[in-house]
């Protein structure tokens, strides 16, 4: 079981950045890989990025690439989303995940992903 608490979240305005956080219970972090998602009002929820359980790979989705950035730090179970540049369409509630597996690779699809946070709120005004 883990467990994933997000914060970081908050109103800013356009052209900004925010840095939100993911923290994970549990003594296997480094078993997981884990993804950024978010959900804007109406909307189905969305991959932003992921990173793999090393840190080795990331990937992001066309629409956040150059602007965020996700990093790991095993030692003390947490995974960040750097978001810069910030625009009005990035505003959605804000997820983390976690699927378990060693690979080189990330995962894109929600339904892979074994573990969820309750979402932190951004809110980018224009």
């Known amino acids: 079981q883990v467990q994933l608490v997000e914060s970081g979240g908050g109103l800013v305005q356009a052209g900004g950045s925010l840095r939100l956080s993911c923290a994970a219970s549990?003594?296997?972090?480094?078993?997981?890989?884990m993804g950024w998602f978010r959900q804007a009002p109406g909307k189905e929820r969305e991959f932003v990025g992921a990173?793999?359980?090393?840190?080795?790979?990331?990937g992001y989705a066309d629409s956040v690439q150059g602007r965020f950035t996700i990093s790991r730090d095993n030692a003390k179970n947490t995974v960040n989303l750097q978001m810069n540049s910030l625009k009005p369409e990035d505003t959605a509630v804000y997820y983390c995940?976690?699927?378990?597996?060693?690979?080189?690779?990330?995962?894109?699809?929600?339904?892979?992903?074994?573990?969820w946070g309750q979402g932190t709120q951004v809110t980018v005004s224009s």
């Open positions: 995940a976690a699927e378990f597996g060693r690979s080189s690779v990330v995962s894109v699809r929600t339904s892979l992903y074994d573990y």
């Open positions: 549990g003594r296997t972090f480094s078993s997981y890989a």
């Open positions: 990173i793999n359980w090393n840190g080795g790979s990331t």
